[in-house]
């Protein structure tokens, strides 16, 4: 069975080819600590599961959804904070 997709060449190229932004460095940089925190959840969800739950693998999931969420306001809280006339940046 053959595909037959139409992809415009231009626009194709444009997207995949080119070097990210200053702008969407910087973004990425804002995010980092909301990234790790859901990395090291995902690391305690593997890391239980092929076992029942102990009590210290409630813990530490525990430990980790606070951890994202923590990590969720701030960024939040940073971006409300630069975003209003005369806040803290």
Do not use: F, W, Y
């Not at 599961?49 to 813990?59: I, Q, T, Y």
């Amino acid at each position: 069975m053959k595909c037959i997709v139409a992809v415009p060449a231009g626009v194709t190229a444009l997207d995949l080819d080119r070097e990210p932004s200053a702008a969407e460095l910087d973004a990425i940089d804002r995010e980092m600590p909301v990234i790790r925190a859901e990395v090291e959840l995902l690391d305690v969800q593997i890391m239980t599961l092929d076992r029942p739950l102990s009590e210290l693998d409630e813990r530490r999931l525990r430990r980790a959804r606070r951890r994202v969420l923590a990590a969720r306001v701030a960024v939040i809280n940073q971006t409300a904070g630069a975003s209003v006339p005369g806040g803290a940046a």
